[in-house]
Every structure is written in structure tokens, then in C-alpha cells.
């Protein structure tokens, strides 16, 4: 909670320089990728690089403006600080990924268009080392895992497999959506578009709540979505990109609840 709390009511830039200086803290070496035209800075951080196959962890930085983005998306960035910590301590191959520029930078009823710092990363990096993309999203409020977006002939994905086997060895209630993009999505997506399909958004919603999107998901309408009509998310999602998502409404055990989560799923892979 102290990061989200450092983190919150900063702009992206400011958010990006306090994430740097919170891997230098932790004495964790990265790198940065720069745009100027569109402005990108991802910051990367490699643990045993020279392995042939490594694990892929990310979780976008950036915020809307007027948003204090707490649990969208400081929850996340903690989350993988948390991680950085432990893979310090006992190195894995893995590249854990703060993104840039998640965003939308067009934002319309009808259209919205952002993912601008990993689209910028997938197509200026070789993919073939990652065997698997965990994404972080919202996981600072809540005791049930959600896996997105999974259509259900992608449980057979390695990812979802492992993510959704570490959630029951832990006897944590996992639940499954799939989740148009037109509604919600996330860095993910960047990584399916370049051919990485074994790429996966996890959060951590309230039980009851998780319940409610899974039923609002089932009932969603395409042809409403594509014009504009967008559905009202429960609970921990409403606040999403509004002045409501501080931290007052997260809580420490959703945050330790994800990071062990996560460490589990490299023990396992």
C-alpha cells in the first residue's frame, strides 16, 4: 500500500519517474524504451536474461487524468514491485514489464484507442523468449481471481492452466470472462496481436461482484457496444477512471493476496 499511496494523484510522467526510483531502491537494475513521437517510456527489468525461455509480468503505469488511479493501475505497479523484491532475492527467467501509455489517448463514445506503450514494445522486441504474459489489472480490492479474456476454448492455454492451477492450490476462487475488447481491455492485447496468444489479464474482484460481471458479460450486446452504448460495471470497476479510485478503497491483504498468486505461478512454471 505504500507504493499505491506514493503513486496515487500523480500524473504518468511523475508516476514513471517514481517507479524507477522505487527499482533502484531495491537495488534492481532496468532499462527504459524510449519514444519521443508518440512519448513512451517502458521500463524493463530482466532477472537472469541469458535463459533461453523467460516469464513475462506487466502492468501499465500510466493514468487518466483527473483519475488518482489507485486500484487502475497503482495496484498493479505494486504489485510487480513486490515482485521484483522476491525475484532479487531468488532469481527466475523473467521479464517483468511497467508499461507506458495503456491509456486511451482517443477516447470517444464510439472508439477508443490506447495500448500505445506495449503495442510499442511488441513490435520492437523479439517475442520467442516469453513462453507466457501475466498482465495485472485492479488487484487491489478483492478475494476472487478473474482471468481475462478467456473464451472457453482458450483454457487450454499454458497460462490460463497455471494461473488458474496456482489460484486452486492456494484455494483461491477463480472465475473466467471473456471480456470484449470494445469494453475493457489491456496490455494482453498487444501480445495476442503480434502472435503471443498465451497472454492473459488477471484482477482480483470481490466475490459477489465477480459474480455480477460474469452475468454482465453473458448479457452483453456487440451491436450496442459498437454504437457507443456501454454498460455500467459493478462495484470496484465503477470507479475505474473516475476521481473515486484512491486507495482508501483498497486494502494490503487483495495486494499480497495477487503477488502471492504470482509466486506461485513461477515456482510452478
Sequence with gaps: MDYVKAL?????????????????SLGVGFTVQRSRHPRIENIIVDFLPESPQELGFSAHYDVVRGSPGANDNASGVAVLLG????????PAPARVIFFDREEAWVRTPFLRLGLLGSLYYVFRHDLNKLRAVFNLEFCGSGDCLAI???????????????????????????????VPWLLLSSDHFSFRIRGLANAITLSLLPSDQAAEFEGLIARLNVFRLLTGHRPALPGVLATVHTPADTASRMNEASLSLMLSLLRVIVETY
Excluded at 496515487?8 to 533502484?24: A, K, T
Excluded at 515482485?83 to 531468488?90: E, M, N, P, Q, Y
Design 83 to 90: 515482485l521484483c523484491r522476491t525475484l532479487k532475492a531468488s
Design 148 to 178: 481475462w479474456p478467456i473464451k472457453d476454448g482458450q483454457k487450454r492455454l499454458p497460462a490460463f492452466e497455471v494461473a488458474s492451477g496456482a489460484a486452486a492450490k492456494m484455494g483461491l476462487p477463480a472465475k473466467t470472462a471473456h
Design 8 to 24: 496515487e494523484n500523480q500524473d504518468s510522467r511523475r508516476r514513471g519517474e517514481l517507479v524507477r526510483g522505487f527499482l533502484e
